[in-house]
């Protein structure tokens, strides 16, 4: 069994900064691509970063600049540090993994629970 666990969300004024972790555990073999996603209530969810177990990083147009995208190997965790937020940044924040399990030969895609993020005065 696997858990990706987010932490870090909350309310934080514009331009101000905030950093979520999200840590993978359990059953794990290798992980993959690890990254965020975000979701606005009655809207899609929408990638903001990916980053590979090489550290290539890949985001979203809004986010370049502002966001960076971090990872410990070695933990299982991924980090979003946040700068210069505005109220658009508003939403849920996923975690997501791909990852292989022990015992499987395939990789398969996890998500957390997601935490909220509230950019707000």
């Known amino acids: ?3 990706l666990v987010e932490s870090g969300g ?3 004024q514009p331009g101000r900064s905030l950093r979520l972790s999200c840590a993978a555990s ?3 073999s290798s992980i993959s691509t690890m990254g965020w996603y975000r979701q606005v209530s009655g809207k899609q969810r929408e990638l903001v970063a990916t980053i590979t177990s090489g550290g290539n990083s890949n985001y979203a147009d809004p986010m370049k600049g502002r966001f960076t995208i971090s990872r410990d190997n070695a933990k299982n965790t991924v980090y ?3 700068n ?3 109220p658009e940044d508003t939403a849920v924040y996923y975690c ?3 990852l292989r399990t022990i015992g499987s030969p395939l990789f398969g895609s996890y998500w957390g629970q997601g935490t909220q993020v509230t950019v707000s005065s």
């Open 84 to 86: 210069s937020l505005k």
């Open 10 to 12: 909350g309310l934080v």
């Open 96 to 98: 997501y993994a791909v």
């Open 1 to 3: 069994q696997v858990q």
């Open 26 to 28: 359990g059953s794990i």
């Open 80 to 82: 979003l540090q946040m």
